[in-house]
């Protein structure tokens, strides 16, 4: 992409994330991945007025994107997250979710915006205040909540007892302390109880495997009791499935994680077969997903922190907070959060 058009993208991401002149703004990359990226934002953030500065960690760091999530290689460097600690805002585009180095420099109070996509994606998803204030309803409404129940016409029915964590929002820029997102995204989520999620998830052909990047062609079979997957059956899919979560070697692999439903109506369910190697922000965000997850808890704060997770987007599902229905069917069934298709 053009650089001066990635500039102008990323000027209006920064403006977005409330970024003003006299803050410091640190890019954070790995090897020479993103490297124009990079350039976008510290030409963007020098045009705001703020101090800029990038910081590159080298190749040998573990890949970009490889889904044994939570291992960065920061960790070997605790005088660079020090220095991330300081500034007001970190743009990483590496992808640290899920590592202790993420959490300790949020704990500081910087907030961090994670931008990893590919750009022409970043450019269709252009975060809005719109999208911002739909998933905010979305939050509220799930903040609420004491149980989520999940069906389809497939035969998911799975209850997630809720109130024991916080609920999140995804949409895109970040203009609080502290608080992360990820560009591009709109959805919101939270966790069910460590032993409060019970039920069968059935996905269909058309459901989407995260970090497998396909999609279900023939229907898998979850059992779930008491927080944990006791069953996975089915076909190919499902031993896809459960060969990969054996190379984790780790039970934990198998505790339910964060829940909730996508509302960018931007977002394309196909995709996938347009941006196959990036990280699945479109399939997580598509309008009217039910996404469930599994594997870890301790972004949520919970005490999971397996490096073994799959989010699963899902379609043609119905979501009902205390049986108020949020979703039916794969639409969004709350005026407030809906898009007026035209
Ligand atoms: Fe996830």
Redesign the pocket.
């Known amino acids: 992409m053009d650089v001066n058009v990635l500039t102008e993208m990323c000027l209006v991401q920064l403006s977005l994330s409330g970024v003003h002149e006299g803050e410091k703004v640190i890019v954070l990359s790995q090897g020479d991945e993103r490297l124009d990226y990079a350039d976008a934002f510290l030409a963007a953030g020098r045009r705001l007025g703020c101090q800029m500065y990038h910081m590159r960690l080298p190749a040998s760091m573990p890949e970009t994107g490889a889904w044994a999530?939570g291992k960065t290689g920061l960790a070997a460097i605790p005088d660079a997250v020090e220095a991330l600690k300081q500034a007001d805002m970190v743009v990483d585009l590496i992808f640290l979710?899920?590592s202790d180095e993420q959490m300790a420099i949020q704990a500081s109070g910087t907030r961090v915006l994670t931008a990893v996509e590919p750009a022409p994606l970043l450019a269709r998803l252009m975060p809005t205040k719109q999208l911002r204030e739909r998933v905010e309803v979305g939050a509220e409404l799930l903040a609420k909540a004491k149980t989520m129940r999940i069906t389809s016409k497939h035969g998911t029915d799975v209850v997630y007892k809720l109130g024991v964590y916080p609920t999140m929002s995804e949409y895109g820029y970040t203009d609080q302390p502290g608080r992360w997102d990820h560009w591009p995204a709109a959805f919101v989520?939270t966790g069910g109880a460590d032993d409060g999620v019970d039920g069968t998830i059935v996905l269909a052909p058309g459901d989407v495997l995260?970090p497998f990047n396909t999609y279900v062609r023939e229907p898998v079979t979850y059992t779930i009791e008491k927080g944990f997957i006791r069953d996975i059956r089915g076909g190919l899919d499902a031993e896809l499935i459960k060969s990969y979560m054996a190379t984790f070697n780790d039970p934990r692999g198998f505790g339910m994680?964060?829940v909730g439903w996508g509302l960018d109506h931007r977002a394309n369910w196909h995709g996938l077969t347009q941006f196959p190697g990036g990280m699945g922000m479109e399939l997580?965000s598509f309008y009217g997903n039910v996404?469930f997850?599994t594997?870890?808890n301790n972004?949520l704060g919970g005490p999971n922190n397996t490096a073994c997770?799959?989010?699963i987007p899902m379609r043609n599902c119905s979501l009902f907070l205390d049986d108020e229905p949020m979703v039916l069917d794969g639409q969004i069934a709350v005026k407030e959060m809906q898009h007026v298709f035209g």
């Open positions: 999530v979710l899920f989520f995260l994680s964060h997580r996404m997850s594997g870890p972004e997770h799959l989010d």
